[in-house]
């Protein structure tokens, strides 16, 4: 089967967990099609205006390399109310265009090096702007460059979506979950600028901003955006938003491993990235709470350093681990997981739809260290 038509079709039929993840990434390559066709046209008609000849390309080579995790909800949320759409396919490959804008300002906003194994954004913009000799600081040039493509990211993003091919009708029904869906994740990026992991936050604040920035985005509103474009009733929106919190508050507990103790190619960002940040994430904040004076201590010691070496990040995931903060998270994504299953068994949603949503609970949490 093409993988184009298997996309189109849905995960309906799929037997096997093989099957579900042959559908899954069909329905990437698709997805990745759209938004490469649709940002494409866009780089040559608008683009090419705009005075730097390399944004079109930074932009392209960008939208290429995703997992597209939130189109991939937001299509089964479609699937749970009604049957695979060419338009509704559209629809959700615009999320990963807001994706984009997201990563691109967080990228500038976390001082990022890198992104998907390529130099982040602002970084290539940097390197544009100090090759030409242009006056001016290259670094900010490069950091307002990553800025305003992601605005363009944004714009198209909702112009996507409102041109996808669906009725009016459908598309009212996703407005107000999409407004509250854009919110979350800039209200949760102001909250996360106040953690300061020298003045750690409590456990659930950090929870709290995760569930706003990334859980509520990644997940629960993209399915809720697709089953209420599908026109779902709502007790099944009400349990799939419940199994989105759940999955969505998973996903980012085990990103927040993995920023510690992941890979760059699991991660796409550079190795122990959230130490060099030194951000006050969930497994950071477990290890405070759990450490004793002693290490305590010489986690104060890392975070005020300089420059850390290989051996500096080493000895601080050692740390980390010691204090039993890994298990305490792990112990959270499992309860989590438990709580999205059950809400998903009573959601009225039956066979390989189902089987595709449990299958996406497990991509999501347990993705390689």
Known sequence: MALAEA???????????????????????????????????????????????????????????????????????????????????????????????????DDVMDDSPSRRGLPAAHIQFEQWHTQRGLSGSSRR??????????????????????????????????????????????????ADLTLDIRKPPTLDAVLNVARLKSGNYTVRRPLEIGAAMAGCSEHTLA????????????FQLRDDILGIFGSPGTTGKPNGGDLLERKATSLMVAAFELADTSTRRQFAELIDREHLTDADLEHWRALIFATGAVQRIEQLISDRVEIAQEALNSSGIDGPIKGALSGMAGVCTRRAA
């Open 141 to 190: 040039f490069g950091e307002s460059a990553a800025v305003l493509l992601g605005d363009l990211c944004l714009i198209w993003a909702e112009q996507m979506l409102r041109d996808c091919g669906l009725s009016r009708t459908q598309l009212q029904r996703a407005w107000p979950r999409y407004d509250a869906m854009r919110t979350e994740l800039a209200v949760g990026q102001f």
């Open 7 to 105: 996309a189109r079709k849905g995960p309906a039929g799929l037997a096997a967990v093989d099957q579900f993840d042959d559908w899954r990434n069909s329905l990437r390559y698709a997805v990745l099609a759209e938004v490469e066709a649709f940002v494409g046209a866009r780089c040559t008609d608008t683009l090419g205006d705009c005075g730097v000849d390399a944004a079109g390309g930074v932009l392209l080579e960008f939208v290429k390399g995703g997992k597209c995790l939130r189109s991939t909800f937001m299509y089964l949320g479609w699937l749970c109310g009604a049957p695979p759409s060419e338009a509704a396919l559209s629809a959700t490959a615009s999320l990963e265009l807001l994706h984009a804008f997201a990563l691109l300002q």
């Open 239 to 250: 349990r799939l938003g419940e199994y989105g919190s759940a999955v969505g508050e998973a």
